[in-house]
Protein backbone atom coordinates (compact mmCIF):
# COMPACT_ATOMS: atom_id res chain seq x y z
CA UNK A 1 0.00 0.00 0.00
CA UNK A 2 1.30 3.64 -1.22
CA UNK A 3 1.54 6.22 1.82
CA UNK A 4 -0.47 9.05 2.73
CA UNK A 5 0.29 12.26 1.62
CA UNK A 6 -0.01 12.87 5.47
CA UNK A 7 2.79 9.41 6.41
CA UNK A 8 5.02 10.98 3.96
CA UNK A 9 4.50 15.09 5.53
CA UNK A 10 4.55 13.64 8.84
CA UNK A 11 8.24 11.51 8.46
CA UNK A 12 9.81 14.17 6.29
CA UNK A 13 12.83 15.13 8.64
CA UNK A 14 16.49 16.27 7.88
CA UNK A 15 18.16 13.84 6.21
CA UNK A 16 22.05 14.30 6.46
CA UNK A 17 23.67 10.96 6.16
CA UNK A 18 23.37 9.03 2.62
CA UNK A 19 23.94 6.20 0.89
CA UNK A 20 26.40 6.72 -2.26
CA UNK A 21 24.03 5.55 -4.50
CA UNK A 22 23.04 7.52 -7.83
CA UNK A 23 19.51 8.77 -7.89
CA UNK A 24 18.01 7.81 -11.48
CA UNK A 25 17.55 10.46 -13.64
CA UNK A 26 13.70 9.74 -13.69
CA UNK A 27 13.13 10.15 -10.31
CA UNK A 28 15.13 13.59 -9.68
CA UNK A 29 13.40 15.17 -12.50
CA UNK A 30 9.70 14.07 -10.60
CA UNK A 31 11.12 15.63 -7.57
CA UNK A 32 12.59 19.26 -9.01
CA UNK A 33 8.84 18.76 -11.29
CA UNK A 34 7.30 19.26 -7.72
CA UNK A 35 9.49 22.80 -6.66
CA UNK A 36 8.85 23.98 -10.08
CA UNK A 37 4.76 23.33 -9.10
CA UNK A 38 5.41 25.53 -6.11
CA UNK A 39 3.57 28.76 -5.62
CA UNK A 40 5.02 32.69 -5.71
CA UNK A 41 4.08 35.92 -5.64
CA UNK A 42 2.41 36.95 -9.57
CA UNK A 43 3.01 33.57 -9.99
CA UNK A 44 6.79 35.35 -11.09
CA UNK A 45 8.70 32.29 -10.19
CA UNK A 46 11.67 34.45 -8.98
CA UNK A 47 14.17 31.14 -8.41
CA UNK A 48 16.07 28.90 -10.19
CA UNK A 49 17.60 25.65 -9.16
CA UNK A 50 21.38 24.53 -10.07
CA UNK A 51 21.53 20.62 -9.97
CA UNK A 52 25.00 19.59 -9.14
CA UNK A 53 26.56 16.02 -9.30
CA UNK A 54 30.04 16.80 -10.38
CA UNK A 55 32.30 16.07 -7.66
CA UNK A 56 34.73 18.77 -8.20
CA UNK A 57 31.72 21.13 -7.78
CA UNK A 58 30.62 19.40 -4.72
CA UNK A 59 33.97 19.48 -3.46
CA UNK A 60 34.35 22.96 -4.16
CA UNK A 61 31.48 24.03 -2.40
CA UNK A 62 31.65 21.88 0.46
CA UNK A 63 35.08 23.50 1.45
CA UNK A 64 33.07 26.66 1.61
CA UNK A 65 29.96 25.13 3.44
CA UNK A 66 32.51 23.39 6.05
CA UNK A 67 34.24 26.27 7.02
CA UNK A 68 30.50 27.80 7.66
CA UNK A 69 29.40 24.89 9.52
CA UNK A 70 32.12 25.21 11.50
CA UNK A 71 31.73 28.70 12.83
CA UNK A 72 27.69 27.56 13.57
CA UNK A 73 29.15 24.82 15.68
CA UNK A 74 30.92 26.94 17.83
CA UNK A 75 28.31 29.53 18.16
CA UNK A 76 25.55 26.75 19.46
CA UNK A 77 28.39 25.26 21.93
CA UNK A 78 29.05 28.42 23.11
CA UNK A 79 25.36 29.48 23.71
CA UNK A 80 25.03 25.89 25.52
CA UNK A 81 28.04 26.63 27.61
CA UNK A 82 25.91 26.92 30.72
CA UNK A 83 23.66 24.14 30.16
CA UNK A 84 23.56 20.33 31.89
CA UNK A 85 26.26 18.25 30.43
CA UNK A 86 23.38 15.99 29.02
CA UNK A 87 22.15 18.68 26.80
CA UNK A 88 25.38 20.03 26.07
CA UNK A 89 26.48 16.17 25.09
CA UNK A 90 23.30 15.78 22.90
CA UNK A 91 23.85 18.95 21.09
CA UNK A 92 27.45 18.07 20.11
CA UNK A 93 25.83 14.47 19.05
CA UNK A 94 23.32 15.97 17.05
CA UNK A 95 26.03 18.70 15.30
CA UNK A 96 28.53 16.15 14.98
CA UNK A 97 26.02 14.75 12.28
CA UNK A 98 25.87 17.96 10.41
CA UNK A 99 30.02 18.48 10.61
CA UNK A 100 29.87 15.00 8.77
CA UNK A 101 27.47 15.68 5.92
CA UNK A 102 29.92 19.21 5.54
CA UNK A 103 33.18 17.75 5.75
CA UNK A 104 31.56 14.40 2.96
CA UNK A 105 29.44 17.20 0.65
CA UNK A 106 31.41 15.55 -2.57
CA UNK A 107 29.98 12.29 -1.52
CA UNK A 108 25.90 13.53 -1.52
CA UNK A 109 24.76 12.44 -4.84
CA UNK A 110 23.11 15.66 -6.02
CA UNK A 111 23.34 19.28 -4.18
CA UNK A 112 20.72 21.48 -5.67
CA UNK A 113 21.36 25.10 -5.30
CA UNK A 114 18.31 27.54 -4.74
CA UNK A 115 18.89 30.79 -6.23
CA UNK A 116 16.51 33.91 -6.52
CA UNK A 117 16.40 37.07 -8.00
CA UNK A 118 15.02 39.30 -5.78
CA UNK A 119 14.30 42.12 -7.92
CA UNK A 120 10.69 40.15 -9.01
CA UNK A 121 10.03 39.44 -5.45
CA UNK A 122 7.51 41.82 -3.70
CA UNK A 123 8.60 42.99 -0.12
CA UNK A 124 5.67 43.87 1.41
CA UNK A 125 7.48 43.75 5.24
CA UNK A 126 10.96 45.61 4.25
CA UNK A 127 9.58 49.07 6.42
CA UNK A 128 9.17 47.10 9.96
CA UNK A 129 11.82 47.07 12.90
CA UNK A 130 11.86 43.63 12.41
CA UNK A 131 14.24 40.99 10.23
CA UNK A 132 12.10 41.22 6.99
CA UNK A 133 10.79 37.73 6.14
CA UNK A 134 7.81 37.89 3.79
CA UNK A 135 9.90 37.56 0.89
CA UNK A 136 10.81 33.92 1.46
CA UNK A 137 7.42 33.38 0.92
CA UNK A 138 8.04 32.97 -3.17
CA UNK A 139 10.87 31.27 -2.24
CA UNK A 140 11.25 28.54 0.16
CA UNK A 141 7.67 26.87 -0.72
CA UNK A 142 9.46 25.37 -3.86
CA UNK A 143 12.53 24.19 -1.36
CA UNK A 144 9.35 22.40 0.69
CA UNK A 145 8.36 21.30 -2.26
CA UNK A 146 11.31 19.57 -3.12
CA UNK A 147 11.96 18.17 -0.29
CA UNK A 148 8.53 16.47 0.44
CA UNK A 149 8.64 14.92 -3.09
CA UNK A 150 12.08 13.66 -2.65
CA UNK A 151 10.87 11.99 0.91
CA UNK A 152 7.89 10.78 -1.70
CA UNK A 153 10.35 8.94 -3.80
CA UNK A 154 12.16 7.41 -0.37
CA UNK A 155 15.13 9.97 -0.64
CA UNK A 156 15.71 12.31 1.76
CA UNK A 157 17.41 16.17 2.09
CA UNK A 158 18.04 18.71 4.06
CA UNK A 159 17.70 22.88 3.60
CA UNK A 160 20.76 24.67 4.46
CA UNK A 161 21.36 28.23 4.36
CA UNK A 162 24.70 29.18 5.70
CA UNK A 163 26.74 28.95 2.46
CA UNK A 164 24.61 32.03 1.75
CA UNK A 165 27.34 33.92 3.50
CA UNK A 166 29.70 32.74 0.84
CA UNK A 167 27.57 33.94 -1.57
CA UNK A 168 30.14 35.82 -4.13
CA UNK A 169 32.24 32.75 -4.08
CA UNK A 170 29.63 30.65 -4.55
CA UNK A 171 28.21 32.81 -8.00
CA UNK A 172 31.92 32.15 -9.15
CA UNK A 173 31.67 28.47 -8.92
CA UNK A 174 28.39 27.75 -9.95
CA UNK A 175 28.27 31.12 -12.53
CA UNK A 176 24.66 32.20 -12.09
CA UNK A 177 24.35 36.25 -12.67
CA UNK A 178 25.27 39.01 -10.53
CA UNK A 179 21.51 40.04 -9.80
CA UNK A 180 21.11 36.42 -8.27
CA UNK A 181 21.59 35.24 -4.55
CA UNK A 182 21.85 31.85 -2.99
CA UNK A 183 18.85 31.35 -0.63
CA UNK A 184 19.32 27.74 -0.04
CA UNK A 185 21.17 24.43 -0.52
CA UNK A 186 19.70 20.95 -0.66
CA UNK A 187 21.47 17.85 -0.25
CA UNK A 188 19.64 15.02 -1.37
CA UNK A 189 19.65 11.24 -1.69
CA UNK A 190 18.88 7.58 -0.50
CA UNK A 191 19.48 7.94 2.93
CA UNK A 192 21.27 6.16 5.78
CA UNK A 193 18.76 4.70 8.10
CA UNK A 194 14.69 5.57 8.03
CA UNK A 195 12.62 8.52 7.46
CA UNK A 196 10.72 10.23 10.37
CA UNK A 197 9.12 10.42 12.73
CA UNK A 198 9.06 14.03 13.63
CA UNK A 199 9.56 15.78 16.79
CA UNK A 200 7.60 18.65 16.62
CA UNK A 201 5.39 20.94 19.07
CA UNK A 202 1.45 19.72 19.81
CA UNK A 203 -0.85 20.90 17.79
CA UNK A 204 -2.73 22.73 20.77
CA UNK A 205 0.67 24.72 21.71
CA UNK A 206 1.12 25.91 17.99
CA UNK A 207 -2.49 26.92 16.87
CA UNK A 208 -4.44 29.82 18.23
CA UNK A 209 -8.30 30.68 17.67
CA UNK A 210 -9.59 33.77 16.72
CA UNK A 211 -6.76 35.71 18.99
CA UNK A 212 -3.62 35.18 20.57
CA UNK A 213 -4.23 33.57 24.14
CA UNK A 214 -1.28 33.00 26.66
Not at 22 to 34: C, G, T, Y
Not at 64 to 73: D, I, S
Not at 119 to 128: E, P, Q, S
Request: glycine letters at 8%; a neutral charge; proline letters at 7%.
Amino acid sequence: MSESFHDVISTTRSIRRYRPDPIPADVLDRVLQAAVWAPSGGNRQPWRMIVVSDTDQKRKLGALYVEEWAKYVAYNMENAKNAPQEARDKLAAGLAVGTNLAEKMHEVPVVVFFVHDSRLIYVTDDHLPRTSVVGGASLYPAVQNLLTAARAEGLGGVLTTLIARREDEVREILGFPAEWGVHAMVPIGWPQGRHGPLARLPLAKMVHHDRWQD
